[in-house]
């Protein structure tokens, strides 16, 4: 009996180590997709389309549970950064922590003590991605909102240097917000919400 017991938890083991690859996995898929036909479709952001091309976008997914672990996990990132110069920006997707948002929102001030914390304040920066995320001053279901909803909760890595070099080839860098709230206003909740449920 304990024999076979024994073989039952390898086996209830290897299932759930392949749910995990298999969740990894489609939380990368659903995020490139998001990123491919909602982002970059909609020109969303000045250098996403170029990075993408370039393949030079890190995929990386937590399976933090707690926000300890999750800060140990963007440590983790950032020194991957550091030792991978040809890697532009890293997006680091958490599906099983900081799912609500407001959580999620007062944890960016930790990511960012800990780019202080690690002398890396000035290098890179932390951009906010959530599903539920939401501006000040808006309703949840104004479509500007829709600017920074991605699949799952990320915390997007990027390098300074690269931002900077970006938003030198934009035209009119200050209006990016503008244009993409004017843009998404004009698509409408109805039509953001239809393009999004298309994504697999």
């Given at each position: 009996?304990?024999?076979?017991?024994?073989?039952?938890d390898?086996?209830d083991q290897?299932?759930?180590?392949?749910?995990?690859?298999?969740n990894?996995?489609?939380?990368?898929?659903?995020?490139?997709q998001?990123?491919?036909?909602?982002?970059?479709?909609l020109?969303?952001c000045?250098?996403?389309?170029?990075?993408?091309?370039?393949?030079?976008?890190?995929?990386?997914?937590?399976?933090?549970?707690?926000?300890?672990?999750?800060l140990?996990?963007?440590?983790?990132?950032?020194?991957h950064?550091?030792?991978?110069?040809?890697?532009?920006?890293?997006?680091?997707?958490?599906?099983?922590?900081?799912?609500?948002?407001l959580d999620?929102?007062?944890f960016?001030?930790?990511?960012?003590?800990?780019?202080?914390r690690?002398?890396?304040?000035?290098?890179y920066?932390v951009a906010?991605?959530?599903?539920?995320?939401q501006?000040?001053?808006?309703?949840?279901?104004d479509?500007?909102?829709f600017?920074?909803?991605?699949?799952?909760?990320m915390l997007?890595?990027?390098?300074?240097?690269?931002?900077?070099?970006?938003?030198?080839?934009?035209?009119?860098?200050d209006?990016?917000?503008?244009?993409?709230?004017?843009?998404?206003?004009?698509?409408?909740?109805?039509?953001?919400?239809?393009?999004?449920?298309?994504?697999t």
């Open positions: 009996m304990g024999q076979g017991r024994g073989h039952a390898l086996d290897r299932m759930m180590q392949d749910n995990e690859l298999i990894a996995a489609t939380a990368v898929r659903q995020t490139q998001w990123l491919d036909h909602f982002v970059i479709e020109d969303l000045p250098f996403a389309r170029r990075e993408r091309v370039l393949e030079t976008i890190r995929f990386c997914v937590s399976d933090a549970a707690t926000e300890a672990d999750l140990c996990d963007l440590e983790t990132e950032l020194s950064l550091d030792q991978h110069p040809e890697v532009a920006t890293t997006l680091l997707i958490h599906p099983h922590v900081l799912t609500q948002f999620y929102n007062q960016l001030n930790a990511a960012d003590d800990a780019l202080v690690l002398s890396h304040a000035g290098v920066q906010s991605f959530h599903p539920d995320y501006f000040a001053g808006t309703k949840n279901n479509p500007e909102n600017t920074n909803r991605s699949p799952y909760p997007h890595l990027l390098r300074e240097a690269s931002v900077e070099a970006a938003l030198k080839r934009y035209a009119n860098p209006q990016i917000p503008a244009n993409n709230i004017e843009k998404l206003n004009a698509l409408g909740l109805h039509a953001i919400r239809a393009r999004l449920a298309s994504l």
